[in-house]
């Protein structure tokens, strides 16, 4: 009998041994839904609008100069400008330019080593505050021996307003509660 209950228990223990092995090795080989990680790349960039007396490059004036947030993506942005003199048929010409006096509101930009920031990041799809001064323009010269024009062109950057170490890194600024400013 002792024999017969031993037997028993080896052969109960062994089919237990066999069906947890079995559940372990269906477990380990068990196909699971494929998860997918989903996410949008930053994309940072804007667009200059200018408002000019001729609608042109070839103006006179400019009276007006904002820039828009194209990207996906809150950002900050910077303008420079780019004097150069060109001949009556829109050709650069080699003669000396200097800056146009360029009276910008100090409230919502600031002035560092020639280039303009927006103190405020803007948001996906809206524009820079003014960057002149309410009812001032930029004007721009003509050499009336040469017919030579002035051009002033406007670059912007942008830059992603997030995070803060990217902006002051690159930028050279500083930055308060969200607003940049001249690095200190």
Request: charged share 20%; with cysteine.
């Amino acid at each position: 009998m002792k024999r017969r209950n031993l037997i028993r228990t080896v052969i109960v223990l062994s089919v237990v041994l066999v069906l947890l092995c079995g559940t372990a090795v269906a477990l380990m080989f068990r196909q699971t839904s494929l998860l997918t990680n989903e996410f949008e790349t930053a994309i940072v960039d804007c667009r200059v609008h200018e408002k000019t007396d001729t609608g042109s490059v070839m103006a006179g004036a400019k009276s007006s100069i904002t820039v828009e947030n194209t990207g996906n993506i809150p950002a900050y942005i910077r303008v420079r400008f780019v004097s150069y003199w060109v001949d009556t048929e829109g050709h650069a010409v080699g003669k000396a330019s200097e800056m146009p006096v360029i009276s910008y509101d100090e409230t919502t930009w600031f002035e560092q080593n020639g280039i303009y920031y927006c103190k405020t990041p803007v948001a996906v799809g809206a524009l820079t505050p003014e960057l002149l001064q309410a009812g001032k323009t930029i004007v721009l010269r003509v050499d009336t021996e040469t017919g030579y024009r002035q051009v002033l062109e406007v670059f912007a950057d942008a830059i992603q307003s997030e995070p803060h170490k990217a902006v002051t890194g690159s930028w050279g600024v500083g930055i308060s509660d969200d607003n940049i400013a001249p690095k200190s």
